[in-house]
């Protein structure tokens, strides 16, 4: 029999016998790595919609003077959708929100809009406010944005040439992928505090990190889709002071754009709650049609000058 220490023994966890568990305990660290990972990125594909729209069903009463319509989101649905007049000659902007809240923080350009003679017509998209379905997604966007854009040209018969198309945020991104599929393609643009790619926002860095970047890599990007459309002129409107879109995505934006005149105007304020005065509002809107079709109230034109400030007025 083998004494304890004495001639013949095996210390234990240093001989044959160890060298299993030490094996195990190596391999045991980066498979539950793996795991994890591989939950990681289950999930936030599963939820990938989750994390980019946050929808609100209370939906707001529209502003005086703006109606409230309900029309078909492409597929029999219904969706809500705002409608101000233009007065004679006036342009008539066709209006996508963020991912965030519904078609009342489109309001306060709305007003804008009504109050300088211009028309506008602005959806909810489904899973937003009044709007038919359970929760948005991309192919949602993609359908109700070509059946506002043929409401707006074939059922209110407002000629393409007299329109333009304006995205908030995430609407930057609807309005680009509307260009590339119809005749929208040709209409002035206005991307109004929009990224270039959603996976490289602070809201979701934060939210869910590098599951959630990885899962959207290739997704949600505007960036890489303005050298397909030759919009009549660009404008991107855009606050320094943004923590969530930051200010060099407008300048990534601007630079990638080479079809045509643009123009990016610094705003002040945050994501939310930038000011722009209507005198500069008319004036960029100006210089997006040129100097007399279609009419817009009388402001210089702004295109030409890469970048313009803009103090005063109007919430976002």
């Keep these: 029999m083998a004494v304890p220490g004495g001639k013949g023994s095996t210390p234990r966890g240093d001989g044959d016998g160890g060298r299993p568990g030490r094996l195990r305990k190596a391999l045991l660290l980066p498979a539950a790595a793996l795991l994890f990972l591989a939950a990681a990125l289950a999930g936030a594909a599963l939820y990938g919609d989750r994390l980019v729209f946050r929808p609100d069903r209370e939906a707001p009463a529209p502003p005086p003077g703006v109606e409230s319509l309900l029309i078909d989101g492409g ?3 219904r969706m809500e959708a705002w409608r101000v007049a233009a007065a004679p000659g006036r342009p008539t902007a066709l209006l ?13 350009r709305v007003e804008t809009l009504r109050d300088l003679g211009m028309g506008a017509f602005a959806i909810d998209y489904y899973g937003f406010g009044r709007s038919d379905r359970d929760f948005p997604s991309d192919e949602a ?3 109700n944005s070509m059946a506002a854009w043929i409401y707006l040209t074939a059922v209110l018969r407002i000629p393409a040439d007299d329109t333009f198309l304006w995205g908030f945020s995430l609407g930057g991104y609807v309005s680009v992928r509307l260009a590339e599929r119809s005749a929208a393609r040709r209409v002035p643009l206005v991307l109004d505090s929009a990224f270039t790619r959603l996976a490289d926002t602070a809201g979701i860095r934060g939210l869910a990190g ?6 959207l890599r290739g997704r949600y990007e505007i960036e890489g889709r303005l050298g397909g459309i030759a919009p009549r002129g660009l404008l991107i409107l855009h606050s320094p002071q943004d923590a969530a879109v930051p200010f060099r995505m407008a300048e990534e934006n601007f630079a990638a754009y080479a079809n045509g005149p643009k123009e990016l105007v610094r705003l002040r304020g945050g994501h939310r709650d930038y000011d722009l005065n209507r005198e500069t509002y008319a004036g960029a809107i100006a210089g997006l049609f040129g ?3 279609p009419a817009v109230p009388a402001a210089p034109a702004l295109l030409g000058r890469p970048q313009t400030g803009a103090p005063g007025g109007i919430p976002g």
Aim: aromatic share 8%.
């Design 75 to 77: 597929d029999g649905g």
């Design 96 to 108: 996508f929100h963020g991912g965030e809240g519904n078609l009342g923080e489109m309001r306060g």
């Design 210 to 215: 590098w599951p959630a970047r990885v899962t």
């Design 291 to 293: 100097p007399a079709s």
């Design 141 to 143: 966007l993609q359908l």
